[in-house]
RNA sequence: GCCGGCGUAGCUCAGCUGGUAGAGCGUCUGAUUUGUAAUCAGAGGGUCGCAGGUUCGAUUCCUGUCGCCGGCUCCA
């Protein structure tokens, strides 16, 4: 007999062979049916998985977000137990659950197309219906290689390699599936309700881009069909606040295949966005006593070669531009492109390169003057776009793009300053995100990663700068995440990273301490003992890029922007032709006085212009006829709150000036 | 960059197994003078992404290429 204590501290005395299933139709049928998975002694445990002595005894049901990932474990398995049906032979990659479902990696010779999709997904349905159970296994180590082996299932066997004790688990379904797992899972088919498959992915085995390429199948599954649809809603529902779609059809910017891929062209909507953006934070920069800047796109490619920049990251730049008599002499003189590119890496043949970075250039404006102690720190800022030869299959939208403005600054100051500064700047980022109501970001911490060889500089100074970051972050007041391998290669940094429609995540506002550059480029400033010192450089970013900030900010307010925002903040609507005069003196009125306002004087119902006005999403719509034209007032309609009556037109500049100036986020 | 899917009028999309294309909305013109989410009528608009190939003939089949979408990898 085992003693089995339950979560309200009672406890059962059960005979040895007794599973949490047991204990849970003890306690009554409702608890039985709701039970997913059981957590003994602190671990996850199958429910119909025998006691080994006594223990601690909680059942999970619907209810706990741990159940609800065993269960779309399960039902990866049940999955990977169609396709072999189906498609024998078929090797078994992984199948994890994932946020809102699952998938399971496959290798195949052909494709699976989106008939095949179909077709698992009812040959789970029918396998489903068979209410078979998951029966776990225990193999020794040896006997189960050999087993998979034979089974020809390699990649089960580089995971056993890797991954299993001596003694490993595996769960069968049915009499003809059979997979290396830690478990644990639901205890039989029946208990899947409702699942759907997405879509089918590439993805490198190990996700590693040597390694082959596997078939991905990426599925989702709940307890519920309603709690499916709803899913599947909220799925076509973000569709609709995607920020591409929101950008054509709010006329916000364009990109063009004829200028190239990942080039944003900004229209005249997104430009007043964009200015409004930048006008703002300039505002908090002089407050904060920074100096603006301008430096040109281009440098010298030395120039990336004493930041490091170059060759060491020529993979993700723009090619460099050499001059075209000598590269005609060269040509003429059999010069290959390799041999090219080799006397570029060397230096043998200058160049200039499109900026990847705004650092070097600050960094030379820096130290075009001597500076003393008493200087410092200096905060040079610029809008200074920059250029990225971002992978193809990358690029998309305003997110993830080749050429972007960074709202970016470099302060340098002594290694005292550095968490004063670094903290000055988390600010900027806090002011940024309050203004626009923004709360579902994330705090990143990136440090270096210990078996990487691509940062520079050395581990003493390493560690104080990542101590720098860690306080400041904590000095937060926001949870954060600590990350090795999300540090910049010269140094740590602190990361805001939000989510767009799709549940892809971004890095908007960052924070980076560096003591590679300063050195990189022997700045110094002469100390109170009047002896050359060696600042720290913290580069910043607070929006991160224009483009992508827009791009989240888009998604964010699903196109409707804060009146301050508005391309278009009041339309003026005349009811007649009649009514035009006064049409137009309303109009000006707004414009004398800020508002961006545009005149609807089209011959059309009223009906008509307030349906576009809306789809646009304009935040004030001002409907005048004969009433309002006698009384010099204005029919105010608000995109979200509809016909709010009339008004003065003095009142309602007064009030929508007020609104705007306090950068309300709604009307 | 890799795997898969897609690419028909400005937008959203239809077009069976090869016989050079159609709708709605938008646009333009005319009529209408309108009170809080679509007034009516007419017209214009596409070398079916681009380049080759197969074929008597290709939007439809094949190859390449460019671009877009999803995922993977990457992201100084």
């Known amino acids: 007999m085992f003693s089995v204590t339950l979560p309200d501290g009672s406890s059962k005395e059960v005979p040895a062979g007794a599973t949490p299933l047991d204990i849970a139709r003890g306690i009554g049928t409702r608890l039985a049916d709701a039970a997913i998975v059981a957590r003994v002694n602190g671990d996850l445990w199958d429910l119909t998985r025998p006691f080994e002595g006594d223990s601690s005894l909680e059942i999970l049901t619907t209810r706990d977000p741990e159940a609800l990932e065993v269960y779309r474990h399960s039902t990866a398995h049940l999955l990977a137990a169609a396709v072999l049906e189906l498609f024998p ?289 200096v905060r040079l800022s610029e809008f200074g776009t920059v250029y990225r030869f971002e992978q193809s299959g990358e690029l998309g939208g305003l997110t993830r793009v080749r050429g972007f403005t960074q709202d970016d600054a470099h302060i340098f100051c002594t290694e005292e300053q550095v968490p004063q500064e670094v903290e000055g700047c988390l600010e900027l980022v806090k002011i940024i995100f309050s203004t626009l109501g923004m709360k579902d970001y994330r705090v990143r911490v990136g440090l270096r990663d210990p078996d990487s060889a691509k940062y520079v500089g050395d581990p003493a100074q390493w560690d104080r700068a990542e101590a720098a970051c860690k306080a400041a972050a904590a000095s937060l007041g926001v949870p954060f995440s600590l990350e090795p391998g999300e540090a910049a290669f010269y140094g740590p940094k602190i990361d805001f990273v939000v989510q767009d429609v799709i549940g892809r995540e971004w890095q908007l506002g960052t924070v980076q301490v560096d003591y590679q550059l300063p050195q990189r480029f022997d700045l110094t400033y002469a100390g109170p003992d009047n002896k050359p010192h060696r600042p720290v450089m913290i580069h910043r970013a607070p929006f991160g890029s224009m483009e992508r900030f827009v791009g989240v900010l888009i998604e964010h307010f699903a196109g409707a922007f804060p009146l301050w925002l508005s391309p278009v903040q009041a339309v003026v609507l005349p009811i007649s032709d009649r009514h035009l005069e006064y049409a137009k003196q309303v109009h000006q009125r707004l414009l004398d006085a800020g508002i961006r306002a545009e005149l609807d004087d089209r011959s059309e119902k009223v009906n008509y212009k307030i349906r576009e006005a809306q789809l646009a999403k304009i935040p004030f719509m001002l409907v005048m006829g004969d009433r309002e034209a006698e009384q010099g007032a204005v029919a105010v309609r608000n995109r979200k709150h509809g016909d709010l009556g009339a008004k003065p037109l003095d009142e309602f500049i007064a009030e929508t000036t007020a609104l705007i100036a306090a950068k309300a986020v709604s009307e």
Request: hydrophobic share 35%; proline share 6%; with cysteine.
């Open 89 to 377: 032979g078929t090797k078994l990659g992984i199948g994890p659950p994932i946020k809102d479902g699952f998938y399971y990696d496959f290798q195949r010779e052909t494709p699976f197309t989106a008939a095949d999709l179909a077709a698992i997904e009812a040959k789970m349905a029918e396998i489903r219906d068979r209410d078979l159970p998951y029966g776990r296994l225990l193999v020794p180590k040896e006997e189960g290689l050999k087993k998979y082996e034979a089974l020809d299932e390699p990649m089960k066997c580089e995971l056993i390699e890797e991954r299993a004790g001596e003694i490993f688990s595996e769960y069968t379904l049915g009499p003809n599936f059979i997979d290396f797992c830690r478990g644990p899972h639901i205890p039989s088919t029946k208990k899947i309700k409702a699942f759907k498959l997405l879509s089918i992915a590439g993805a490198y085995w190990k996700g590693d881009e040597n390694r082959h390429q596997l078939q991905r199948i990426y599925g989702t599954a709940w307890y519920s069909a309603k709690e499916l649809e709803e899913h599947l809603n909220k799925l076509e529902e973000a569709k609709k606040r995607d920020h591409r779609l929101l950008g054509r059809q709010l006329g916000l910017f364009a990109v063009d295949e004829k200028v190239g891929q990942g080039l944003i062209l900004w229209k005249p909507k997104g430009s007043i966005i964009r200015q409004e953006l930048q006008t703002f934070i300039s505002e908090h920069l002089r407050r904060q006593g920074y100096s603006q800047v301008f430096t040109p796109h281009i440098g010298k490619l030395d120039l990336y070669k004493t930041s490091g920049h170059f060759p060491y990251y020529a993979d993700s730049q723009f090619p460099p531009l050499v001059d075209r008599e000598q590269i005609a002499q060269l040509a003429g003189e059999g010069c290959s492109c390799a041999q090219l590119s080799n006397l570029l890496d060397k230096g043998e043949i200058e160049g200039f390169l499109l900026k990847p970075m705004n650092c070097p250039h600050h960094i030379r404006i820096f130290d075009s003057d001597p500076h003393s102690y008493r200087d410092l720190p």
